[in-house]
């Protein structure tokens, strides 16, 4: 049952094109970045890997209103809870469709991303180990937010207010990796990445519970 | 045991109105329960509680067995043909594909199997979330408003499946605010309680 619930998700955020738009922004930032600070190629790779981490942070936000608002609308979320699928089960299979759903494609696009701003072989492979370490964090934040702005209207934009403040670790530790002299911020961003995603079920389960209300 | 839902002396309060108090019911094995009474008076409230969905204030409420729900939203993806879209729920709740397939016959569904569930008219919505009940096979129902825009033919099969399903040791509660030709139907007037 749980496998039905996995596929379902991923299957609506595969085949409904949705998932793409984060990627395509993704991508869009990062060729708009060197438009915006000119082609200078040491200034883009000192600054591009910051603007990557920033790029997938937002990226990570702008799915947020088709995570469970569709769900509960079609009442669907009301039927899991009548077959006494946990509020918490629910929320985790949602936290893991959408980490491999929104997380694969993002990790494909950090490669053209980072070819444009000018980061090198070495930089490549930091940035994609820290932004895979980052993925379940993210999409816990994401569904995180996304249950406890369901109920509300124009949920969007608060969903990200909501989430930035708890991502700014993930962005500190993992911008921080490309820094030289920044050994230890690998494990700092492994311990904010497994704190936020076994956070994220149980406070998003609750968030869901309360949407019954 | 042929108790198969229990609510002892339920209220239930919605924002800072109180719907019902002291409510106390009980649903045996073949036994149906009709909800009536006007807009407003906590039926589909009273629903929502017997399905646990809705905390009830006070009083308790008891299911012996598993528990199939219609209420305002069929709960089905909208892209999907409504075949695949049944499909989902028949894994969910662990049913084999002849079981929705006599579903399907029961609500005469069959012809709009390959047809995706946006384009379906509200009537036949209510068949489809009709068939996800039957196919579920809970021995539990809650109906609310199920006959909603369905034309007559498909009431009457809906009236025959509750037949059917009572027959088989099932039990119904039906909140409407139409009687539907339901036989041997027990009634709460819930616009009394108020």
């Known amino acids: ?201 149980f406070a998003a389960g609750a968030a869901l519970r309360g949407l019954r209300e | 045991m042929t108790e198969l839902l229990r609510l002892d002396r339920v209220a239930c309060v919605r924002g800072d109105r109180l719907l019902f108090e002291g409510l106390t019911l009980a649903l045996n094995r073949g036994e149906a329960l009709w909800l009536r009474g006007p807009n407003g008076a906590g039926k589909s409230s009273l629903i929502r509680v017997a399905a646990g969905l809705l905390r009830a204030s006070a009083g308790t409420v008891e299911r012996f067995g598993r528990v199939a729900l219609i209420d305002e939203a069929a709960a089905l993806d909208a892209e999907l043909p409504l075949r695949r879209a049944l499909d989902f729920w028949a894994r969910v709740d662990t049913v084999d594909g002849h079981t929705v397939d006599r579903a399907m016959e029961a609500m005469a569904l069959h012809p709009l199997a390959e047809v995706p569930v946006s384009m379906l008219s509200t009537g036949q919505r209510k068949r489809a979330a009709m068939v996800r009940v039957i196919a579920s096979s809970a021995p539990i129902w809650l109906l609310d408003e199920p006959a909603n825009g369905m034309d007559d033919a498909a009431q009457a099969r809906l009236v025959a499946a509750v037949a059917t399903h009572r027959a088989n040791g099932g039990a119904v509660l039906l909140a409407s605010h139409f009687a539907l030709g339901i036989p041997d139907l027990a009634e709460l007037d819930m616009g009394a309680l108020a």
């Open chain 1, 1 to 201: 049952m749980l496998i039905a619930l996995f596929w379902r998700d991923l299957r609506r955020a595969w085949g409904s094109g949705a998932l793409w738009l984060p990627v395509l922004f993704f991508l869009l930032v990062a060729t708009a970045f060197p438009f915006a600070v000119g082609p200078d190629a040491p200034l883009l790779q000192r600054a591009g890997g910051g603007m990557v981490w920033v790029a997938a942070l937002l990226a990570a936000l702008l799915p947020i209103d088709r995570l469970v608002r569709p769900d509960r609308d079609a009442g669907v979320l009301d039927q899991l809870a009548v077959r006494g699928v946990a509020d918490e089960v629910i929320a985790a299979v949602k936290i893991l469709a959408h980490a491999i759903g929104f997380g694969l494609p993002l990790l494909i696009a950090l490669f053209p991303a980072s070819a444009l701003l000018a980061q090198d072989a070495g930089r490549v492979e930091t940035l994609a180990t820290g932004i895979a370490i980052a993925i379940p964090a993210l999409a816990s934040l994401a569904v995180l937010s996304a249950s406890l702005t369901a109920g509300l209207k124009g949920g969007n934009a608060i969903g990200g207010l909501l989430v930035l403040p708890l991502a700014v670790p993930l962005l500190i530790f993992g911008a921080g990796m490309l820094d030289p002299s920044g050994r230890g911020a690998i494990k700092l961003l492994a311990a904010v990445s497994l704190l936020l995603t076994v956070i994220g079920p």
